[in-house]
């Protein structure tokens, strides 16, 4: 099967693998690439944060078990492993707290799927930190992008786009950080084909970060294969009985998924998390703060508290009476409550069982109404502070525009405060500056 | 989520589980641990000569380069590796002649995705041989009846059943070879089930192989997983969003599926291949075989064949006139010629590219004609010689209706004769007997 045969109508793998192999505009490419810096920053903080879950432990210890040539940091200890075995160690300990960063337009977690991978390879490789911090830019690009055209469809079936759509990302990060040409790239994401995997049906449970660990560790693999000479179906993505077509991908106009590939970056659309709790609640704890800032009230001022949110939502993170930490995670009517009260809903330990049940949040979260309004995007809310003496001001806040670089990264500075402490977080700030992996490492292992 | 929140709508997780993990019927069950034998067998003798495909290569290769503890052996190296990767590369090995076992009922490879795994965790786990037999045997009754719940349409729309229904066997295997209980049973059912993958695009390529590889590592990985405390949706198999429903299954009635589980094998109904051809093409084969025996005649006796087929395989397995090794595997006319002859068309190099230029086979094989045939099942076909002296003699064959294990044995035997050698493969199958682990390892190392 000649490359011509199998390529004509694999558009997306066609562009895609080139777009991944080759050299990268770096004007075009620098504010993506600051973005990308961001995303690390983060991506570091939540691994540190969350590298003693119990699930984190789990996959540990399991790879740890296996052992191996020593190539790789794995987050939590001083042992190395094989690129793979770390890919997929750190993958899920990423993604342990459910802390890092999202794409709504593919739903699903770039960084998660994609660091671990490209981190590993680049010490495997011994890479530089802009040919680290290049490569993961292409692979979060081409999760996105691949993702995009997978749809939403796709992730409402049952499959979990991170998983999918990232070990897509994963693949193709790790083929540029191999130095394979066009046809390998092909191979490895013919290859990560027939190998990606997950379903939302591990929603809630320890499945669900290691989606991540999966999709990393299989990127990984199947580039190491394609540089090792191994053959895959290359177009395996767009084939007719191919991945698309049977994960039932809405599989989009490809001249729409590629437009502007490698001039315009789809990934600048990531979204971090500045709270520890639920996505859905974002919005509206944004236009709280907001809202309680511009009144400059203390929290005895207030009379009463009005949200509007998109009704899908109120399925998802609308419990009334949270009585344990996780389940305040969950409630807008408390985490209204803690931002009134000025708790730092950016620390994990805020949520805690004793919060629940604390009179000045119980009070402040009596005083909140929520109500689901149809038109809202799911990444605005809406929310109304009535204080005592009559005075009342309503927000309205779309987290998917949060202004520009500088706002994001203080926002992450503060967020990496609240996990790490604020001086390790300056520290790491400025370790992320350079990427340079050896440095990274010794802020991961244990 | 509670056990009986989950499992109230997952009869086929429930059932198969408490299989998987409790006690055999010893007379019940004697038939179909001979027929594991019988497997084995097949499986170590064509692990044995597919050892230096390029595809073995490249996968041994990658797996001994990650190295890591000494638990399993891998087929063609004294190096053992940890069980999972040990799965993975022989998976991969066993399945890369494409010579290996089939059942019918789902259209997949069992040994090929549960030998791999089970032998790896027996070595890890220092299992007698009648327990590593047992294991086998539950493994891929698992993947019959899981493969045949899927269904046809879940194949034929584009997923390969070795694969997918191979890994949940591989994970119910490792399952007790590692003593789990049945919840730990369904904990590494449920992970396997976000895991388990694998696409027919790869047809024709180096994934097709591998896919077996995939299905056994994955399914010693869920099964390490859960036996380490991995927690994950339990009846992913079965759920809303869950592998079935997301994966083109047919969903028959769970009872037609656990009708007699434990105390009638499904896995009994497996096929092995005697000829190193297409699957297509072996009832005609044995047709053709019989009629030949029957008349007594050598080749210049024969005027004309002619051979009536099922016709979906005149596009699978019918070129008139190959030119190479690998063509000859997918030629009727030539395959015949073999046949009469008198080539041992169970050894691998009778395919070679000058077997297709031989002026005795190409005489042959001008004198046999092939005709699709509506009507015939996919193990059926029919043979017709007809002699220059006017004699002719006409047989039906059906490859699902072969006769007893005693025969079975038998062509078995002259199968691996054909690929081993006659004192290996005697020697062989007295290691087989027993099926202790220590013994097998000296078979496969290198």
Same mark, same amino acid.
């Given at each position: ?136 830019? @292409? ?233 689901? @309004? ?73």
């Amino acid at each position: 099967m000649s490359k011509s045969d199998t390529l004509n109508s694999a558009p997306i793998t066609e562009a895609i693998t080139s777009f991944a192999t080759g050299s990268l505009d770096e004007g075009r490419s620098e504010p993506a690439l600051r973005m990308t810096r961001i995303s690390l920053f983060d991506w570091l903080a939540v691994s540190i944060a969350g590298q003693d879950e119990p699930v984190s432990r789990i996959v540990r210890d399991y790879v740890s078990a296996e052992g191996g040539v020593t190539e790789a940091t794995v987050v939590g200890t001083a042992q190395k492993l094989p690129a793979r075995a770390a890919a997929m160690a750190n993958g899920t300990i990423s993604h342990a707290l459910d802390y890092d960063d999202t794409h709504f337009a593919y739903l699903g977690h770039p960084s998660v799927a994609v660091f671990p991978a490209s981190f590993a390879l680049a010490q495997k490789t011994g890479a530089s930190g802009k040919m680290f911090l290049e490569a993961s830019l @292409v692979g979060m690009e081409a999760a996105t992008r691949i993702g995009t055209w997978l749809g939403r469809h796709h992730h409402f079936v049952g499959f979990h786009s991170t998983a999918t759509a990232g070990a897509f990302g994963a693949a193709l990060a790790s083929s540029r950080l191999l130095g394979l040409d066009v046809r390998g790239a092909e191979n490895a994401l013919g290859l990560v084909a027939t190998r990606a995997s997950g379903l939302r049906a591990q929603f809630g449970t320890m499945g669900k970060p290691f989606h991540a660990g999966m999709a990393a560790s299989n990127g990984v693999e199947a580039a190491l294969l394609a540089h090792a000479g191994f053959v895959s179906r290359p177009d395996a993505l767009e084939a007719d009985q191919g991945f698309a077509i049977t994960h039932a991908a809405e599989m989009r106009d490809p001249g729409e998924i590629l437009d502007g590939l490698g001039k315009s970056w789809m990934f600048e659309g990531v979204l971090h998390k500045f709270h520890a709790c639920c996505h859905g609640a974002h919005a509206s704890l944004e236009a709280l703060i907001e809202a309680r800032d511009r009144l400059s009230i203390v929290p005895d001022e207030v009379a009463s508290v009005s949200l509007s949110v998109p009704p899908r939502y109120l399925k998802v993170c609308n419990i009334l009476e949270p009585q344990t930490g996780l389940e305040a995670k969950f409630s807008y009517r408390l985490c209204s409550a803690m931002v009134l009260a000025g708790r730092d809903t950016a620390a994990l330990t805020t949520y805690s069982d004793a919060a629940c049940r604390a009179p000045d949040l119980v009070a402040l979260r009596d005083r909140v109404v929520v109500k689901g @309004v149809d038109g809202l995007a799911e990444t605005q809310a809406t929310a109304r502070i009535t204080t005592n003496d009559g005075r009342s001001v309503e927000i309205t806040h779309d987290i998917d525009r949060m202004g520009g670089l500088a706002l994001r990264e203080q926002k992450i500075k503060a967020k990496a405060q609240a996990l790490l402490g604020e001086d390790s977080a300056s520290d790491l700030w400025n370790a992320v500056k350079t990427a340079e992996p050896a440095s990274l490492d010794e802020w991961l292992r244990g």
